[in-house]
Nanobody, 124 residues
């Protein structure tokens, strides 16, 4: 029933930009916070950022340092991750996720639904 469909991953040069999209269906979009996570081989799944279920400011991991921006389009049931000034260490599989919970959202276990993941590779 619930489906999160990601797009926008690929290969990008260091210093470049990429925008990931996550289209949600089968759920009431406004009832879910949307998060982004990433995981590189042999590493933990890291919290990247989130945007609240309705109105409110997005929250980000410290390593973003103003480079990434999360937004959501309620009319399209879609959340975006705009990534600028990309670095090789940003290379990872990126996942979007939906959570009906209101706290602890840096923890991936708090999310109810997950996208399939999309590979982002940043070349030097």
């Amino acid at each position: 029933q619930v489906q999160l469909v990601e797009s926008g991953g690929g290969l990008v040069q260091a210093g470049g930009s990429l925008r990931l999209s996550c289209a949600a269906s089968g759920l009431t979009f406004s009832s879910y916070a949307m998060g982004w996570f990433r995981q590189a081989p042999g590493k933990e799944r890291d919290f990247v950022g989130l945007i609240p279920k309705s109105r409110g400011a997005a929250e980000y991991a410290d390593f973003v340092k103003g480079r990434f921006t999360i937004s959501r389009d309620s009319a399209k049931n879609t959340v975006y991750l705009q990534m600028n000034s990309l670095k090789p260490e940003d290379t990872a599989v990126y996942y979007c996720a939906a959570s009906i919970h209101g706290s602890g959202l840096a923890n991936p276990t708090r999310y109810n639904y997950w996208g399939q993941g999309t590979q982002v590779t940043v070349s030097s």
